[in-house]
């Protein structure tokens, strides 16, 4: 397993901006497919996006042209920018990693992805 190590979780206001990251610490990095999962109170486990270890990038419907997810092999880093941010956009943030291949949107299903992060927490509030 590769650990992961994200951070940069805090209060902000609904339409503010965010950046999370995520370390990586162990193994090479740049062969890794790396995505964001996020899990709202109460609710299930939510895809939110992957780069795949060629750079192909897939974001959820809920968050395109608002979120940017890029990688920086250099660092071990996965980010995510989050723009205009909303309260539904409330949720633990979880990166996750995997060197498996996908095919038919596999990317957005938990089970692919093998290392997991501690997760950290984006509130939306006034």
């Known amino acids: 397993q590769l650990p992961l190590v994200e951070s940069g979780g805090r209060l902000v206001q609904p339409g503010g901006s965010l950046t999370l990251s995520c370390a990586a610490s162990k193994r090479p990095y740049g062969s890794d497919s790396m995505a964001w999962f996020r899990q709202a109170p109460g609710k299930e486990l939510e895809f939110v996006a992957v780069?795949?270890?060629?750079?192909?990038?897939y974001y959820a419907d809920s968050v395109k042209d608002r979120f940017t997810i890029s990688r920086d092999n250099a660092k071990n880093t996965l980010y995510l920018y989050m723009n205009a941010l909303k309260a539904e956009d409330t949720a633990v943030y979880y990166c996750?990693?995997?060197?498996?291949?996908?095919?038919?949107?596999?990317?957005?299903?938990?089970?692919?992805?093998?290392?997991w992060g501690q997760g950290t927490q984006v509130t939306v509030s006034y």
């Open positions: 780069v795949t270890w060629i750079g192909n990038i």
């Open positions: 996750a990693s995997t060197t498996r291949a996908f095919s038919n949107g596999s990317y957005q299903r938990k089970g692919e992805y093998g290392s």
